[in-house]
Structures are given as structure tokens and as C-alpha cells.
């Protein structure tokens, strides 16, 4: 058992010790480490924002995502710049202009909302692509993919595609970014962007046999869902792949 | 020497962040784009003295210092896997729905049936033919999916999980990296591990405690059970 001196004397070591040094200590786990990580930070944020004259709650807010995200990353081996105090003053400035920015952009969405837009119309204006998407959750992304026609069409498809093959075109088809669907294939995003243009090359190329053993209405369902699979440069400058 | 440095360090308690800015060749404004916020010598200085009038209304005994600590590590490492961190479950009456149910059955709302299945040392049992030991009040504003809560047996997880904590599962064998998910270990029963890597035919699984080595799982959806999505701590108050 360590006595209460020692643990003194090693508060006052941390305390002494370099960023870097602090970093080390941190990855190896050390609790006093960390709270030396905040104890060194976070008064010097605090004070920043009161001197620039932030909101008190939203800084706060502000101080401890940045202090947490920053610490996790440098921890992880991530590239630490040699300022680290400067740093962490301009990431939360640069995080509270971000929560700045989404709140306008939302009370625009509300003014808009309330000025005539009715029923699902409003409401998918209220929310965000994410939060339409998080409130699907991931086990039920790429359902209406598997519904009616398309079920069918994944049938006809038969076994020239994989289950991983699916669940790519399902993701796709659900408009989520090639950069997630590669971070959840556990793939680099280049990786991951270069399989899924293979994939969707394969599917187009098959697609004209599928769609000839299909009904008319059966086929218009298809292609409103193949629509999203067309290259990024065809579609709109808006749209995030 | 040390009067020395102290001397020189009341010196600077006095001066005035204004005059220091100006010793610096600076001037302090309420811009946060100034060229001063970002000047290490005038951000060191500031540092120490918010530092000091902090540590003078916050005393910390060493004791408290390390826990504070401990849960600045718990929710840095809960942002990164995207898991929240909650105080203790709270415990429920077992649902009338439920009392005819033989084995445990994942749900989708409602209280969230507990199983003291230890996940990280389950040898050879499987979680389904356990009976439910309690029910947990589901949080609030879940996204849909079907959940069971379980026990956590081990430390490899510290600091985001200890011995005795609860974990919310998500049903589904749609993973991704960076995450914590419950999975079956072919020879070690139920495991919960952060998803280190990714392949099309293998999960690696690492822990979070360093030293630990690392668990190649075959990627079968047979072999995950979950995501875990939230974890209620019993060291957070």
C-alpha cells in the first residue's frame, strides 16, 4: 500500500511532466494522468470563453467535447500539435461556431415549417438526414430494400450477389455516404469507395435481364431504388457519397 | 534558486494579462481570431493562472483527484465508442406480459429483462437458456431495435466498464469499427470488446485495458450477439 505522501509526490511528478510526457502517462492508463489532462486545460478554456464573452452552458458544453475528443485522439497515436493549449482554444471556438450554425440552420427549418409546409413534408424539414436515419437504428437500415418489388429483385438477383454484396447495395440505396458504409465494411474509405463502384458496375450490368422478368409496376419500383445507385457526377452537386 | 523562481513567479501572479499582451507585442481583445490566443507563451502563462484560482476554489484530496480522473477516462472512451454512460440501472417489477414466457426473450420497449449471464467468462452456456434475473427501465429515446441488458464479468474494460456494471445490447449482427458489441468466442463463451478491425471473414476484438491480447472471432452472425449501446455504471454517481 502506497502512503499519502507518495501519492502527493506523484501528483506533484505529473504535474511537472511535459504535454507530451502527460500523454504518455494517460495512454498507459493512469487516473491521476487524466485528471491532470483536465486540471491543465480546462481553467485556461474556461477563462478564454469568458473573455471572449461565450454563453456559460454552451461553452461548457463546447470545453468538455473538445477536451474529450482531444484526449482520445492523442492518446490513440493521433498527430499532436505542438501547441496543444492553442489548439484546444480554436477546436472549441471552431466546435461552438459549428453549434452555432446548426442551431440557425434549424430555427430556419422551424420559420419554414411554419410558414405552410403540412404532414411528413414538415417534419422530414425539421430533422436532419442523421437524426432520420439514427431513428431508423441500424438494424432496420435497407428494410423498405427488402419489401415487395425489391424483394423480389433481390431474389432474381439470385446468387450472383453475397449477403455482404446486399447489405452494401441496402446501405446505398438508403443514401448513406460510401465513407460510412467503408468505416462499417472496416475498409479505408478509398478501399471501400473503389468495391462499391465495382459492385454498383456489376449490379447495372445485370440489371436489364433482371428487370425483363418483372411487371411494370414492379419495375418502376426498382428503378426509383437504382436511381440511387448511380454514380455521384449524375446526380445533383448536393448529394453527400 | 527556488526564491528565485518563486520570487519571479509572484511577479507574474501581478501582472495584468492587458500589460502582458502588450509584452508580448500583442493586444488582448475580446477577438477569438487575435494572433495573442494562439501566442504558447502568453496560452502557458494563462494556463497557470486559471489553473491556480481553479485549484484555489477546488481542492481536491488525492483520492478524489484520481477519480475525477477515472470518469474524465470513462466518458472520453464512451464518446469514442459511441456508447453511453449512465449512473446504476434502475430496477423494475418483472412485466405480467413476461411471467408466461419460459426463456428470455429480447425486446423492443418496456422494462428490458437482465440476464446474470457473466459475458466475458460464460463457458460453454448459452445466453437464451438462462433464466431473466431482474428487469431495467429502458432509457428513454431509444432507436428501435430489440434489447436485453447484461452483466459484465471482468475488468479488460476499464475504464468504460468494471465487475457488476450493466450493459443495454442491441440485437443484430450489424457492427462496425469502433464500437463495443457482445460476441460468442468459440472456446471463451460470451465476450464484450471494442471492434478493433474489421475483414470480410474475421472481427478482431481488442480490449481497452492495455496488455490485453487481441480476439480473432470468426464474422458469422451466429457469432454476435450485439451492439452495446449503453452501460450503467455503478462507479458513476
Redesign the interface.
Known amino acids: 500500500m502506497t502512503s499519502?505522501r507518495a501519492?502527493?509526490q506523484s501528483?506533484r511528478a505529473l504535474r511537472n511532466l511535459s504535454d507530451e510526457a502527460l500523454i504518455g502517462a494517460?495512454?498507459?492508463?493512469?487516473?491521476?494522468?487524466?485528471?491532470?489532462?483536465?486540471?491543465?486545460?480546462?481553467?485556461?478554456l474556461?477563462?478564454?470563453g469568458d473573455?471572449?464573452?461565450m454563453d456559460h452552458a454552451d461553452w461548457n458544453v463546447c470545453v468538455?467535447?473538445v477536451?474529450?475528443?482531444a484526449?482520445?485522439r492523442w492518446v490513440d497515436g493521433g498527430n499532436r500539435p505542438?501547441?496543444m493549449?492553442?489548439y484546444l482554444?480554436?477546436a472549441a471556438?471552431f466546435h461552438r461556431r459549428s453549434m452555432e450554425r446548426d442551431a440557425k440552420r434549424r430555427a430556419k427549418r422551424y420559420a419554414a415549417a411554419a410558414g405552410g409546409e403540412e404532414g411528413e413534408g414538415a417534419v422530414l424539414s425539421l430533422c436532419s438526414e442523421a437524426s432520420v436515419r439514427?431513428?431508423?437504428?441500424?438494424?432496420?437500415?435497407g428494410q423498405d430494400c427488402r419489401r415487395g418489388a425489391l424483394e423480389r429483385f433481390w431474389s432474381l438477383l439470385g446468387e450472383s450477389l453475397t449477403d455482404?454484396e446486399r447489405?452494401v447495395l441496402a446501405r446505398l440505396g438508403d443514401g448513406l455516404p460510401h465513407r460510412e458504409i467503408a468505416?462499417?465494411?472496416?475498409l479505408s474509405y478509398e478501399t471501400g469507395r473503389k468495391r462499391i463502384q465495382r459492385l454498383c458496375a456489376r449490379v447495372r450490368a445485370l440489371v436489364p435481364q433482371v428487370l425483363d422478368r418483372m411487371n411494370a409496376t414492379e419495375r418502376e419500383q426498382v428503378e426509383q431504388f437504382l436511381k440511387r445507385l448511380r454514380p455521384a457526377q449524375s446526380r445533383g452537386a448536393d448529394d453527400v457519397v | 534558486m527556488s526564491s528565485d523562481r518563486s520570487a519571479a513567479e509572484a511577479l507574474l501572479r501581478e501582472i495584468d494579462p492587458e500589460l502582458l499582451a502588450e509584452l508580448l507585442g500583442r493586444e488582448l481583445t475580446r477577438d477569438p481570431d487575435h494572433p495573442i490566443w494562439s501566442d504558447e507563451r502568453f496560452l502557458f502563462w494563462l494556463a497557470s493562472q486559471a489553473r491556480e484560482e481553479y485549484e484555489r476554489t477546488n481542492r481536491l484530496s488525492d483520492t478524489e483527484f484520481r477519480r475525477c480522473g477515472a470518469a474524465f477516462m470513462a466518458r472520453a472512451h464512451a464518446r469514442k465508442l459511441r456508447v453511453a454512460h449512465g449512473g446504476p440501472a434502475v430496477h423494475v417489477r418483472e412485466p405480467v406480459s413476461a411471467r408466461e414466457q419460459g426463456n428470455p426473450r429480447p425486446v423492443r420497449a418496456g422494462p428490458v429483462p437482465m440476464i446474470e449471464l457473466g459475458i466475458a467468462a460464460g463457458v460453454g452456456r448459452e445466453l437464451w437458456d438462462e433464466p431473466v434475473s431482474s428487469w431495467v427501465e429502458m432509457p428513454p429515446h431509444m432507436p428501435p431495435g430489440e434489447y436485453v441488458a447484461l452483466k459484465i464479468v471482468g475488468n479488460s474494460m476499464a475504464p468504460l466498464m468494471h465487475t457488476g456494471d450493466t450493459v443495454l445490447v442491441r440485437i443484430g449482427a450489424d457492427i462496425r469499427c469502433d464500437t463495443v458489441i457482445v460476441a460468442r468466442h468459440p472456446d471463451d463463451g460470451y465476450v464484450c470488446k471494442r471492434v478493433r478491425r474489421l475483414t470480410r471473414n474475421v472481427i478482431e476484438l481488442s480490449s481497452l485495458e492495455p496488455g490485453r491480447p487481441i480476439i480473432r472471432i470468426p464474422r458469422t452472425a451466429e457469432s454476435i450477439v450485439g451492439t452495446v449501446i449503453l452501460v450503467w455504471c455503478r462507479h458513476r454517481d
Open positions: 499519502p501519492h502527493d501528483r494517460m495512454r498507459e492508463g493512469v487516473a491521476a494522468a487524466w485528471q491532470e489532462f483536465m486540471t491543465r486545460f480546462r481553467p485556461l474556461v477563462r478564454y473573455r471572449i464573452g468538455d467535447t477536451l474529450e475528443e484526449a482520445m505542438k501547441n493549449a492553442g482554444l480554436r471556438t439514427d431513428s431508423y437504428g441500424p438494424a432496420e437500415i455482404e447489405s468505416a462499417e465494411l472496416g
